[in-house]
């Protein structure tokens, strides 16, 4: 991560890395969204859910771990994964998240000797190009550092009352949009003809896990181990042993311990 990257980061509660993807793995992971969306049967089982298949080049990509790794800190999670096939007329939703949530463990946002300590962070992977008019996601630029509540009047995203701090961001497909989840944001409206295709992944400390992972098993279970390792448990000592045991990833490579179980009943 560059320091004008750092700057940019910290300055406007997110970043865009242009086009960190090869185009063979952007059209690889469009088709296979195209098929999880409209035709999950012509996918092996284990392909018919992100991370799986031609998705799971995202997980640990190393354009995107490096800025994780001086974002959230060195021992990172995957907590949530999602695609989207967004159609003219569908959106996620309105302005949501920002405020002072700072003292907040999973969402907070804080520097401290020179380090971003990021909550939860969340990677958007555009698939497709992305202009500022097509409607991908929008932010308040600063509201992941606000110390009040988002102000009513902040809020709106309708053309004439949109506040001067609403951001969006252009880029070819292939490109990645990192944003702490204490920043406000919103999923507008899409108005392009053709769809967004996107993966969003949610990463945080190794320590903390907000999402119950809905990742089904067979997805989990057949990716490659060195992938499996984000989504180990979320603890960082064992003190049943002394010394401790500290769940580092070449712990988690020399066991046979399974992911974080995804088959448990709510
Ligand atoms: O769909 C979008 O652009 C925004 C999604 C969102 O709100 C989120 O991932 O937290
Ligand atoms: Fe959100």
Request: charge should be negative; aromatic fraction near 8%; include cysteine.
């Amino acid at each position: 991560m560059t320091d004008e990257e750092k700057f940019r980061f910290d300055l406007s509660g997110f970043l865009v890395r242009p086009a960190i993807l090869e185009r063979d793995e952007v059209d690889a992971i469009v088709e296979q969204i195209e098929r999880i969306h409209h035709n999950p049967d012509a996918l092996p089982p284990e392909h018919r859910a992100v991370p799986g298949g031609p998705a799971s080049v995202l997980i640990d990509h190393p354009k995107v771990l490096d800025v994780l790794h001086e974002i959230i800190g060195p021992d990172v999670r995957m907590e949530n994964c999602f695609s989207v096939w967004r159609e003219k007329g569908q959106e996620h939703g309105g302005l949501h998240g920002g405020g002072p949530q700072q003292g907040d463990p999973i969402f907070g946002y804080r520097v401290n000797n020179g380090r971003i300590h990021a909550g939860m962070v969340r990677v958007v992977f555009e698939l497709t190009d992305v202009t500022k008019k097509d409607g991908a996601t929008h932010f308040i630029a600063g509201s992941h550092k606000s110390n009040f509540p988002m102000h009513p009047d902040h809020m709106s995203l309708e053309e004439d009352k949109r506040s001067p701090f609403l951001m969006t961001y252009e880029c070819p497909a292939g490109s990645a949009i990192f944003f702490t989840e204490n920043l406000c944001h919103a999923g507008p409206v899409w108005q392009r003809d053709t769809p967004r295709v996107a993966v969003l992944n949610a990463y945080a400390h190794l320590a903390t896990h907000w999402h119950r992972l809905r990742i089904p098993p067979e997805v989990l279970s057949a990716l490659p181990r060195e992938k499996q390792v984000y989504f180990r448990e979320p603890w960082v000592a064992d003190f049943r042993t002394s010394p401790a045991t500290i769940n580092t990833i070449e712990r988690f490579l020399n066991n046979d311990e399974p992911p974080v179980n995804t088959d448990t009943k709510p």
